[in-house]
């Protein structure tokens, strides 16, 4: 279960008022080191979590076509502020030799590699080889959009900018028209 030490971000936050110049016993601010450290181990549930683990639901179906779930949204903190970077994942498969998974795994996938301090290249990347090494498909897709709050809110103050990244294996790699097809449907 939870691996959050909760006692030590209550005090952790505690710190960070204090040194902001703010009253952490004033009313408002009372309860504030609790909800944060409630809200840490619900954000970043995923650090104890294995994305591989949801793709061992397994169906032996002979689809040897594309399997596209599109627009699974999602919300990450990134790991060099710590603000929130959030967006939508879209996720294309082959399977082969009858190994296709639950749609809802993907994404649960999802939940466990993007709730934990993480970079948008490398929730792409996990995603596209957790798929690869458990369900040995013939390709896999993976594209993710993206808005980053540290470039937003703060810092650059670029707002509307998206970050987009892909991550291609197999018949993705090799075939233009397997890229193509996903894209055109991505669009949709
Ligand atoms: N590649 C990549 N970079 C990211 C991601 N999330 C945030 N960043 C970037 O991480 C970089 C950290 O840069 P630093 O120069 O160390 O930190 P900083 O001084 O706060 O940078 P600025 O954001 O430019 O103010 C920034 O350019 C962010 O835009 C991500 O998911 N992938
Ligand atoms: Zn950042």
Do not use: W
């Amino acid at each position: 279960m939870s691996e959050v030490n909760h006692a030590k971000i209550e005090e952790a936050v505690t710190m960070i008022l204090e040194a902001i110049g703010e009253d952490p016993s004033r009313e408002g601010l009372l309860d504030t080191p609790k909800r944060v450290a409630r809200m840490y181990e619900e954000v970043f549930q995923g650090i104890s979590q294995d994305p591989k683990e949801h793709f061992k639901t397994v169906f032996g179906e002979d689809h040897e076509e594309l399997v596209l779930v599109k627009d699974i949204p999602f919300y990450s903190m990134c790991e060099h502020h710590l603000v929130p970077f959030f967006g939508k994942v879209h996720i294309g498969y082959i399977p082969k030799g009858g190994k296709v998974t639950g749609l809802s795994k993907l994404a649960r996938a999802v939940e466990a590699v993007t709730r934990r301090p993480q970079l948008q290249e490398r929730i792409t990347s996990t995603i596209a080889d957790s798929i690869v090494d458990t369900l040995t498909p013939r390709g896999v897709i993976v594209v993710i959009e993206a808005e980053h709050m540290c470039m937003t809110m703060r810092g650059v103050r670029k707002p509307g900018s998206k970050t987009v990244t892909s991550a291609v294996r197999g018949a993705f790699e090799r075939s233009d028209a397997a890229r193509a097809e996903v894209l055109s449907l991505i669009k949709e």
